[in-house]
């Protein structure tokens, strides 16, 4: 899911809404800028290097000149002299600071230091984003596995420690397939050095 850019009284906000099954103009749809488009915006998603899936046919790149219009109107609307690249800036910004956040919250409330940690970055924009959010934690070193995004989710789905949530309900363990051996991941998401 993409985390969705706004803004309110010239305020930037990423998230917690998602652009859900409608993405920004990257896309080749009509929803609002995402973070993928400041990433496409600033040169860090570039659409040559990004598989051709998008559009009608889903044979088209991410389309960086719709980025680029959606990103000088807002420029426009502020009206304070940024220019679309920084502003696409701020949003991945704040962006990186909502997920060390989400990983302090998560980690320095159980007693760990995450400097001490190495990041293990999987998933779909792991890697677009891991190297900065590792910057802004202190975390010194950042694992990029080489499975496809895909098959990291499944395996963290797949090693997710079993727990009771306030509901009462249980998380299941996803069945094995070929693998006896028992996998655990830390909590916190990162691999201790």
Do not use: W
Not at 109 to 127: E, H, I, K, T, W
Not at 136 to 151: N, Q, Y
Request: glycine share 10%.
């Amino acid at each position: 899911m993409a985390a969705q850019s706004s803004t309110t009284t010239a305020r930037f906000r990423v998230g917690p809404d998602s652009a859900g099954a409608d993405p920004g103009p990257a896309y080749r749809r009509s929803g609002p800028l995402t973070v993928t488009d400041a990433n496409v915006m600033t040169g860090k998603l570039q659409p040559d290097f990004f598989p051709h899936i998008f559009g009608p046919n889903q044979k088209q790149a991410l389309d960086r000149p719709a980025v680029v219009k959606a990103f000088k109107t807002l420029a426009r609307k502020l009206g304070d002299g940024r220019t679309p690249e920084e502003i696409a800036d701020g949003f991945i910004k704040i962006a990186v600071q909502n997920m060390a956040n989400a990983i302090k919250t998560i980690s320095v409330q159980r007693g760990y230091d995450v400097s001490q940690y190495v990041m293990n970055s999987f998933g779909g924009a792991g890697g677009q984003h891991a190297c900065l959010v590792a910057d802004a934690l202190g975390i010194k070193s950042v694992l990029l596995h080489p499975v496809r995004r895909a098959v990291g989710v499944r395996h963290g789905a797949r090693v997710a420690a079993r727990h009771k949530d306030a509901s009462g309900a249980r998380a299941s363990r996803r069945r094995r397939t070929g693998s006896t051996r028992r996998n655990r991941a830390p909590r916190s998401g990162c691999a201790r050095r």
